[in-house]
């Protein structure tokens, strides 16, 4: 069973900076793409960023190139998302996947890790 272990959430101001981890429990190879995924109650769930373990696909939601960057370790089997001139809109519980492509859309990542809040106060 694949288990994604998220952290690094907490409450920054507007403009400031947060770094959120996820680390999966076990070989990942057999499913290259982790995702990054937000979600404000009483909203859908929103894209906002993907890698591949390679380090060869990237991608984000329009909203957040620019200010927020992804990584991945594969040594530690963590992937990284650097959030930085964070704004109101960012406030949400974000949750960490894991899946076969990288994509925006979350039915096709297949585990999920249980979210981390970060709320952005102005």
């Known amino acids: 069973q694949v288990q994604l272990f998220e952290s690094g959430g907490g409450l920054a101001e507007v403009g400031g900076s947060l770094t959120l981890s996820c680390t999966v429990s076990e070989s990942t190879f057999s499913m290259p793409a982790m995702g990054w995924f937000r979600q404000t109650p009483g909203k859908e769930r929103e894209f906002v960023g993907a890698?591949?373990?390679?380090?060869?696909?990237?991608e984000y939601e329009d909203s957040v190139k620019g200010r927020f960057t992804l990584s991945r370790d594969k040594t530690k089997k963590t992937i990284y998302m650097y959030m930085n001139n964070l704004k109101p809109e960012d406030t949400a519980t974000y949750y960490c996947a894991h899946g076969r492509v990288v994509s925006n859309m979350d039915f096709t990542y297949r585990y999920w890790g249980q979210g981390t809040q970060v709320t952005v106060s102005s």
């Open positions: 890698i591949s373990w390679s380090g060869e696909t990237v």
